[in-house]
Structures are given as structure tokens and as C-alpha cells.
């Protein structure tokens, strides 16, 4: 059987269906009233999701390059939570709830998820589908392992648009790390 690998995602020959492989990370969103979101120092809502700019980001223990570096990410574009800021430093978590303190330009507005990052240490052959329509009965676009890391087109109604590896497709927004519940994404 030919397969064709293109960025991380394994395409099957025969469907339409791919297959993301990725790390396992673990942790729930958490539910959010956005119309009572208090401001940060930025003038932005707080706590909100941004991803990861470089490929190299170290995580502090305090607000400051004084402050020991606690650990360090290194792939670009994950997704984390802003939940605190002073000056020009942002605390953040992460998707298995660590958190610490990036300088603000380490960090992108752009929007990424994981795909049900909690789920990552049940069933270790349990695929998500990602769908052509924001629609159940919608036909596959894919299926990914929990834990995939996805760029997020838009959200709404209980639906995200969302693209991996040149694919775009449809989960729902309850299935991602990196959106809250309901959230609007524009």
C-alpha cells in the first residue's frame, strides 16, 4: 500500500481520510464568561488564548529575564492562555495546566488548538474525525490523534473551523484546547 506523508499528516491512498500523529498532552478547557472578562495591562482580555512564536521559548518563574527559566518550549505555534500580565510579561499556562512567564513578543495573536489533549492517555487508537461541514453527519476530512495541533480558522455555534497539514475541516469547538466554550472566533 503507497502512503503519502505531507507535514506530519499520514494520507491514505484509498479515502479521503488522514491521520495526524503528534505527542500526548493532557488537561480540559475551561468554561468562561467573555462578556465580563477583566483587562490586562495590554488593554486585552483576560485570560485569553494566543499560541507560541518561535521555536525556542523560555518560561520563567517570575516577570522578568532576572527570574530562572523554569522550562522551555520548543515548537512553534502551541497554543496557551494568557491568565495574568505585568509590563511587558505575560503568565501563561499550558495544556497540561504548567504555568509561568513569557516576554510578550515570544507570543502570537495567531490561533491554534490541540485536539482533546485530555483524552491523549485513554484509548491510544481513538482517532478524532475532522468533518467537511460543522455537521456530525458531515463526511470525513480526516482523523486525528488526540493531542494534534490544528490552526483556527473561526469558531461559532458550537463549531470550529480548522486546518491541519493543508486540510480544512470542521470539529467540534468542545474537542479543542485553545477556544472557550462558545467562544466566537473571527
Not at 4 to 27: C, E, F, I, K, R
Not at 104 to 132: I, N
Amino acid at each position: 500500500m503507497a502512503v503519502a506523508v505531507v507535514a506530519g499528516v499520514q494520507m491514505l491512498p484509498d479515502t479521503s481520510v488522514a491521520t495526524m500523529v503528534t505527542g500526548s498532552l493532557g488537561g480540559a478547557p475551561q468554561p468562561l464568561a467573555l462578556d465580563r472578562q477583566p483587562r490586562g495591562a495590554s488593554g486585552l482580555p483576560l485570560p485569553r488564548y494566543v499560541s507560541l512564536k518561535g521555536k525556542r521559548v523560555n518560561v520563567r518563574v517570575g516577570p522578568s529575564q532576572d527570574h530562572d527559566v523554569a522550562w522551555v518550549f520548543s515548537k512553534p505555534g502551541l497554543p496557551v492562555e494568557i491568565i495574568a500580565e505585568f509590563e511587558n510579561w505575560r503568565r501563561i499556562r499550558d495544556s497540561e495546566g504548567a504555568e509561568g512567564w513569557v516576554y510578550h513578543s515570544l507570543l502570537s495573536g495567531k490561533r491554534t488548538a490541540l485536539v482533546a489533549p485530555w483524552q491523549a492517555h485513554g484509548a491510544p487508537d481513538a482517532m478524532l474525525t475532522l468533518r467537511r461541514a460543522p455537521e456530525t453527519a458531515a463526511r470525513p476530512a480526516a482523523r486525528l490523534e488526540h493531542g494534534a495541533l490544528v490552526r483556527v480558522e473561526e469558531c461559532g455555534v458550537g463549531w470550529c473551523e480548522v486546518r491541519v497539514a493543508g486540510i480544512d475541516g470542521y470539529l467540534k469547538q468542545d474537542l479543542l484546547w485553545g477556544v472557550y466554550p462558545d467562544e466566537t472566533v473571527r
